[in-house]
Nanobody
Framework: QVHLVESGGGLVQAGGSLRLSCAAS?????????MGWFRQAPGKEREFVAA????????YYADSVKGRFTISRDNAKNTVYLQMNSLKPEDTAVYYC??????????????WGQGTQVTVSS
């Protein structure tokens, strides 16, 4: 069974940057599945943020983060990253990674990890 662990969150001022990591353990996983980042803000439903397709490396982004966030992966490290630049207070949320079942719906396919908190102050 694959276990996903998110890290890299923290408190940052508006306009700042953070890099999130999602490490998969258990077996080679990140390079074999389309992987995505999601986030959940207080009082809101979890929403799609970004995805990177496998095989290949086509990327997808929510309109709210396009041009500011970049998703990537390192197959050798079995890790997916989310580089977040020009952060805004509305980016404040708990960020989660997951495998994606279908790029048509961006529906997650596995169980959720503990997530990593990102807080952007104004």
């Amino acid at each position: 069974q694959v276990h996903l662990v998110e890290s890299g969150g923290g408190l940052v001022q508006a306009g700042g940057s953070l890099r999130l990591s999602c490490a998969a353990s258990g077996r080679t996983f990140v390079g074999s599945y389309t992987m995505g980042w999601f986030r959940q803000a207080p009082g809101k439903e979890r929403e799609f943020v970004a995805a990177i397709r496998a095989p290949g490396s086509r990327t997808y982004y929510a309109d709210s983060v396009k041009g500011r966030f970049t998703i990537s992966r390192d197959n050798a490290k079995n890790t997916v990253y989310l580089q977040m630049n020009s952060l805004k207070p509305e980016d404040t949320a708990v960020y989660y990674c997951n495998a994606i079942e279908s790029v048509a719906t961006m529906s997650p396919s596995g169980s959720w990890g503990q997530g990593t908190q990102v807080t952007v102050s104004s």
